[in-house]
């Protein structure tokens, strides 16, 4: 395995992906499936920590990765990030099936949660500054089989969230060229949903894939210059709309309700996404303490921000039972009679959707260098290049798995399973963070860490009873017991279970509320989510333990015990230096110490 990490990327051969001891015969594996329930009882109660991730995890990209990032990179890569297609598709199709003009409330209740999730990322990605972003904090604070869990899930996410910003990409380069936003689609016999082919999401994907292979520094440089225009584009939309606003498209303001809303909230979700993958650029960032607390929560405000005047603005605009579902914005400006700006829509969309496929290549890649570096996926994937310091066979791979997926399958079904994969992971990550604020290995005492599961459970179950009741009931009685119970678990936790652990530099205010509300929000919003979607993700995750249990665990079993042999023998070997200095009653001057 060490020789693998000093290989250049491009070189392929078994050492690169099955290296470790259960693959080396069958007689090897067939011992290793004999060993699955001890192995897997191992992986489940294994908690990394962050010098191993650090240093020997890390190291095995063979070389690091260059730091060259600062907090306007990532100021302008959480920008580039976030406001792309979700904006741009989601708004006009929720609008006028889910929520209508109340359309804002759906943006503002997902943007308070996706803030309160970067409140978590940030304290995490200043704490474990690494590539694997939320993968590498969960193996830190929950453990290998949840951190697995949660990683076929970001690999599921950073998958479907490109795809269906490449395949709105092709609609609105349609509407730019005046054609039908499905012009440029390949029409087939296949199964509805996925029988529209899409080359041209394809062809851009590649392109941003070539992009963040050359360079991080140059992506962001491109980045950067593309947002200005962006925030510009997205400037003169909601003023040249405002002025074109009749209040009477306001007068039925909640069309479907408040569970129209929270419907609507649970989809355009998807909109805020994005901000996850600037995380994993802490790697690459000159000082994590100050630019990515200022990097992330910066970007959400202005994205927060530019969403709800943009929601507004289109429902201001045109009443929302007539809103266009494929390209909103470029169809109203057509109705108040500017026509021509529709062009200048689309080229914004365009721009938009272009910077968030470059930061997601960026992002995804990182995601996965980091898990393959565990061993969970193959190490292939971790390589490093030396000349451009970028993941470059991680980059390629997701780009492939992407390009396919964005061929075949079509928005809606992209969007809702981007939700649940999204949501779960958020939901990790804060209680992860819970965990990191109130758990420490060997100092918190048996009751502190019975009283801090027990709380954890009746948060954790209260805010399920509430998404459960809330999808299934038109009631409220229900909501007196889960609601009070979510307050109590959060109260007693803040009572009865001391802090283990203060950050060292940045750290999420107000714990443990915030992480409760922001586990209580995204479980919530799961609750709004259609159920083929979750037959979907079932099916999914039923994938990935199988996976898991044929070839994951082993891997990462083996990887494990190998570093920790490694580690013993460092440590017999300062033990023997420390005897033979003892021994002598001086420092013992080796070879290169002699004067």
């Known amino acids: 395995m060490g020789n693998m990490t000093k290989g250049r990327g491009w070189e392929v051969n078994r050492q690169h992906f099955l290296p470790e001891e259960s693959f080396k015969n069958w007689e090897s594996y067939s011992n290793a499936m004999r060993q699955v329930g001890s192995?897997?009882?191992?992986?489940?109660?294994?908690r990394s920590s962050i010098e191993v991730e650090s240093t020997q995890v890390r190291a095995r990209s063979g070389h690091d990765m260059k730091k060259n990032l600062n907090w306007w990179d990532?100021?302008?890569?959480?920008i580039g990030a976030v406001i792309g297609a979700g904006i741009f598709v989601l708004t006009g199709l929720e609008a006028r099936d889910h929520s209508g003009p109340a359309i804002l409330m759906s943006y503002v209740v997902s943007g308070i949660s996706a803030m309160l999730c970067v409140f978590c990322y940030t304290e995490f990605a200043v704490e474990i500054p690494l590539a694997g972003g939320s993968f590498a904090y969960l193996r830190v604070e929950l453990g290998d089989f949840v951190a697995f869990i949660a990683a076929g899930n970001i690999i599921l996410e950073c998958i479907i969230g490109g795809a269906a910003v490449a395949r709105s990409w092709t609609s609105y380069f349609a509407t730019l060229c005046n054609r039908k936003?499905?012009?440029?689609?390949?029409?087939?016999?296949l199964a509805q949903n996925f029988n529209e082919l899409d080359p041209i999401a394809v062809a851009v994907l590649f392109i941003t894939g070539i992009v963040a292979i050359r360079s991080t520094k140059a992506t962001s440089r491109i980045n950067s210059i593309a947002s200005v225009f962006h925030v510009a584009i997205l400037v003169f939309i909601i003023i040249a709309g405002l002025m074109h606003a009749n209040t009477s498209n306001y007068s039925d303001f909640m069309p479907y309700g408040v569970r129209g809303i929270f419907t609507s909230a649970a989809v355009i979700f998807f909109a805020y996404l994005g901000f996850d993958e600037v995380a994993t650029?802490?790697?690459?960032?000159?000082?994590?303490?100050?630019?990515?607390?200022i990097g992330l929560v910066g970007s959400m405000v202005v994205v927060i921000a530019v969403y709800c005047l943009m929601a507004m603005t289109l429902c201001l605009m045109q009443s929302y039972k007539t809103i266009d579902p494929d390209a909103a914005y470029s169809v109203v400006f057509e109705t108040v009679g500017m026509g021509w700006a529709k062009y200048i829509v689309a080229l914004g969309a365009l721009e938009g959707m272009t910077t968030v496929l470059m930061v997601g290549v960026v992002g995804q890649a990182r995601y996965l260098t980091h898990i393959a570096r565990t061993h969970m996926f193959p190490p292939w994937f971790a390589l490093v290049h030396e000349k451009t310091g970028t993941p470059i066979n991680a980059t390629a791979i997701m780009i492939i798995a992407t390009a396919v997926v964005a061929f075949f399958t079509s928005l809606d079904v992209l969007s809702n399973l981007l939700s649940i994969s999204t949501l779960c992971i958020f939901s990790l990550v804060a209680i992860a963070l819970l965990v990191r604020r109130y758990y420490v290995s060997g100092e918190t005492s048996i009751k502190s860490q019975q009283r801090l599961i027990i709380f954890l459970a009746i948060i954790i179950g209260s805010s399920v009873a509430t998404a459960v009741y809330w999808a299934t009931s038109d009631g409220w009685i229900g909501y007196l017991i889960t609601v009070p119970a979510l307050f109590l678990g959060t109260l007693g936790l803040r009572l009865f279970v001391p802090l283990a652990r203060k950050p060292n530099?940045?750290?999420?205010p107000l714990v443990p509320w915030i992480p409760v509300l922001s586990i209580a929000i995204n479980v919530f919003l799961l609750g709004s989510i259609d159920k083929d979607s979750f037959i979907r993700f079932a099916v999914w995750t039923a994938i990935i333990l199988v996976y898991y249990i044929f070839v994951g665990l082993h891997a990462s079993y083996d990887t494990a015990k190998a570093a920790d042999t490694q580690k013993m023998g460092k440590l017999d070997d300062l033990e023997l230096v420390t005897v033979v200095e003892g021994g002598n009653g001086a420092p013992h001057n080796g070879p290169h110490d002699s004067l």
Do not use: Q
């Open 74 to 78: 990532l100021l302008w890569f959480g």
């Open 505 to 508: 530099m940045w750290g999420v």
């Open 281 to 293: 650029m802490a790697e690459e960032t000159k000082n994590p303490a100050k630019d990515i607390p």
């Open 39 to 46: 192995r897997f009882r191992d992986r489940l109660f294994s």
């Open 181 to 189: 936003s499905n012009a440029f689609r390949i029409h087939t016999n």
